[in-house]
């Protein structure tokens, strides 16, 4: 079962409405695909998360020391990947390259072995996952908290139960739209909020002090990930849980995170924390320190299905007395590549995402859509317009 072939694919499209966070803004969605082929004729299909061109580079790299390799053996090509790569770049955007090929070898090996992932990672521990909708961004223009409610009510109607807003534009417009959203989706709705890292020690403190009062579920990144020491102080001055990880990488990383006390949930991304095989390692360490893990999730059905195969396997901390709810992030912000590049056997039904036993990670990829949307991102030229 030689790997016969790696192809690598930069996607792109611009959005019909720019979008924006405490960070930055999207104008445009851009993915970067990797298609594995076996000499069978079999193929995988993986992602990264991260800046597209640069991880198709990383790719590329990696990509000669992996033909003729025996796509089955994920372990063992995994530790080719990084040790090809950890005298460069122990963390980061390498990382998220061997990623994306460690997700196209899983889903390559459920397909030869006529498998779904989940079985291959040790067994499916629940039949289906509680989505969470990731919306409620920033848009410009006049009424932006009406439009978020509304957004918000959306949701709902639609059958989540649960959802995640941004905060981070700062203290007084997040707790007056953290308010007008709780009271718009009343008190059985499950609402995060997530700064992506906007605030201080002293601000978050603040910020979480004055959300309180609306049923929290978790903050996410409230304060940058470099500062370990922060989060576990403001951890002691709230009783909302807080999440952090999606900037994270590798066991390595990870056991910072925990060690420190940081987090309540750890957000591992599945596509750049060292794919699936790596996140099976940063699931059982979390056990360890009795962590829960909720997925960082962003990008295409891929990179969902992945998400998905590895929280129907995760193991709970044991002795619990009641099974958690398993959360999954779905981003709805508008992505034209994630609604046409793949189709899923996994059903939304009720708010929850209903695990199929199809073989590999349970999609198919629409080649009509990974050809419409294939950019070719060498041809970028940088100059003063
Ligand atoms: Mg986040």
């Known amino acids: 079962m030689k790997i016969k072939s790696i192809e690598c694919f930069v996607l792109a499209d611009t959005l019909k409405e720019t979008f924006y966070f405490s960070q930055w ?10 298609k594995v082929t076996s000499e069978s ?6 992602e990264g998360y991260g800046p597209a061109g640069v991880l198709k580079a990383g790719i590329e790299f990696l990509s000669p020391f992996l033909i003729g390799m025996n796509a089955l053996e994920t372990e063992t090509i995994w530790i080719k990947m990084y040790r090809r790569t950890l005298d460069y770049a122990r963390r980061g955007i390498l990382v998220a390259s061997i990623s994306a090929i460690d997700v196209a070898l899983w889903d390559l090996k459920g397909k030869i072995l006529q498998q779904p992932v989940h079985l291959l990672l040790g067994g499916k521990k629940r039949d289906y996952v509680t989505a969470y909708a990731t919306g409620l961004y920033y848009t410009k223009g006049e009424g932006l908290v009406d439009r978020l409610c509304e957004e918000a009510k959306q949701y709902v109607e639609f059958g989540y ?7 981070g534009l700062s203290i007084e417009e997040d707790t007056e739209y953290v308010k007008k959203v709780r009271n718009t989706i009343g008190p059985n709705i499950k609402l995060m909020i997530d700064a992506n890292h906007a605030y201080n020690l002293r601000e978050a403190i603040i910020l979480a002090n004055s959300v309180e009062q609306y049923d929290i579920s978790w903050f996410e990144e409230p304060i940058s990930p470099e500062y370990y020491g922060q989060y576990a102080e403001l951890r002691s001055k709230t009783t909302i849980p807080i999440a952090g990880g999606e900037c994270e990488y590798l066991r390595f990383g990870f056991q ?3 060690q420190s006390k940081s987090v309540d949930i750890v957000q591992p991304d599945i596509c750049s924390t060292g794919g699936l095989t790596e996140a099976k390692r940063i699931a059982t360490l979390a056990t360890v320190y009795g962590v829960d893990v909720v997925p960082h999730t962003w990008g295409s059905g891929i990179a969902f299905s992945a998400a998905l195969h590895f929280i129907s396997n995760l193991e709970i901390m044991p002795g619990r007395m009641f099974s958690p709810e398993c959360f999954i992030e779905h981003d709805r912000s508008e992505n034209p590549l994630r609604e046409q590049l793949t189709s899923s056997s996994m059903k939304f039904d009720n708010g929850k995402f209903v695990i199929s036993d199809e073989p590999g990670l349970g999609f198919t990829l629409n080649e009509d859509a990974l050809y419409k949307y294939a950019i070719d991102d060498t041809a970028n030229k940088f100059a003063i317009k």
């Open 41 to 46: 004729g079999h193929i995988g299909w993986g």
């Open 256 to 258: 910072n995170l925990l």
């Open 25 to 34: 803004e999207y104008a445009e969605r851009r993915i970067c695909v990797v």
């Open 161 to 167: 139960t649960a959802i995640k807003m941004k905060v």
